[in-house]
């Protein structure tokens, strides 16, 4: 069964800094990566995702993503973060050709940005 | 309007009671799933459905059923509920689609306290 580790469980930033978020999962076949955003109070929303194809991903609000397959990893990248950008962060993944696919959630990261 | 809808947004209720917790979507998904959130370990998946006559068990489904009375409708029970039952709860959906566009949508969460 695949999993995810989110190894961040904290993270405080200034405004203006530079943000990498780091997220590893353990599957050995197919894999489709989310990253997902819950802000203050909120549900979560979509991020980003990998289905296939380029292995640099874009995503909303200036995010991207980077999934290596060698490290089994797709951490979440923004080179100037804002204060709005201070939320809780999942990353997640799905194995849509297992007998069991549904998606597996990290321990999520919360981001912190001082003004 | 929201295309995933929960109800009660917030419940209080005491050890041993039955309480139920509805998901409603208009997005016209055939997969509803519902999570737990608890600080410090992200999304656990309780139960999902892939179909209205398909009920899975998630990680954690133990002290809870869950009703599929129609696509979209997805219903999570606590038959006795435990002060270890409290938590905030998500209802998701997703498209059967293709295997690869299993995109989650969230609804707003039901914080439920059991004292």
């Known amino acids: 069964a695949q999993s995810v580790s989110q190894h961040n469980h904290h993270v405080i930033l200034s405004e203006a800094a530079s943000l990498e978020l780091g997220c590893n999962y353990s599957y050995g076949g197919t894999v489709n990566l989310f990253w997902y955003v819950q802000y203050p109070g909120q549900h979560l929303q979509l991020l980003l995702k990998?289905?296939?194809?380029?292995?640099l991903v874009k995503g909303i609000k200036g995010f991207e993503a980077e999934f290596i397959k060698s490290k089994f990893s797709f951490n979440l990248r923004k080179p100037s973060v804002q204060w709005s950008d201070t939320a809780e962060y999942f990353c997640a993944v799905n194995a849509p050709y297992s007998s069991a696919s549904k998606i597996i959630f990290g321990s999520g990261t919360r981001l912190s940005i001082r003004p | 309007d929201a295309d995933v809808t929960q109800t009660p947004r917030n419940r209080i209720t005491k050890t041993g009671k039955r309480i139920m917790l509805e998901c409603s979507q208009t997005k016209g998904h055939d997969r509803m799933y519902w999570y737990r959130q608890d600080p410090g370990l992200g999304l656990r998946l309780i139960y999902y459905s892939f179909d209205v006559k398909d009920i899975n068990k998630g990680e954690i489904s133990d002290g809870y059923s869950v009703s599929r009375q129609a696509q979209a409708k997805f219903s999570l029970s606590l038959e006795s509920a435990i002060p270890n039952q409290t938590a905030l709860y998500f209802c998701a959906t997703s498209d059967r689609g293709t295997a690869s566009t299993d995109t989650q949508y969230f609804g707003p969460g039901t914080r439920l306290t059991v004292l």
């Open positions: 990998y289905f296939s194809g380029d292995p």
